[in-house]
């Protein structure tokens, strides 16, 4: 079998979606889109030659180095939050209304 010529828009589909997708779904994407049969083993060769890696684990999408929560799209990362530290929130919110005009008045 001949090795793949990977065009940019290809290398750009991996880049952006390996934080998202399993190589696998990629290699399907890849598939339909490109015409070709593309194995999930030359997604992974060449999302390593991108220098991109993923966590270990079954089904695990996220890369290594990526903030938790984050996507690879650029999205602040999510903040979770204690029962605690909510009901700290909601207190300071307010106490800081209490202050404010009502309207109509």
Sequence with gaps: MANIVWTEGEKQFIKDNSGLMKDSEMAV??????????TV???????TKLGITKQPGRGVCKVVGQEEGATNKGEKPRVRLSAKEVGRIRDEVAESLKDWPEEGV
């Excluded at 994407?29 to 593309?38: C, E, P």
């Excluded at 083993?41 to 999302?47: G, I, L, S």
């Design 41 to 47: 083993y030359a997604v992974r060769k060449q999302r």
């Design 29 to 38: 994407k890849l598939s339909r889109s490109s015409g070709r049969r593309v």
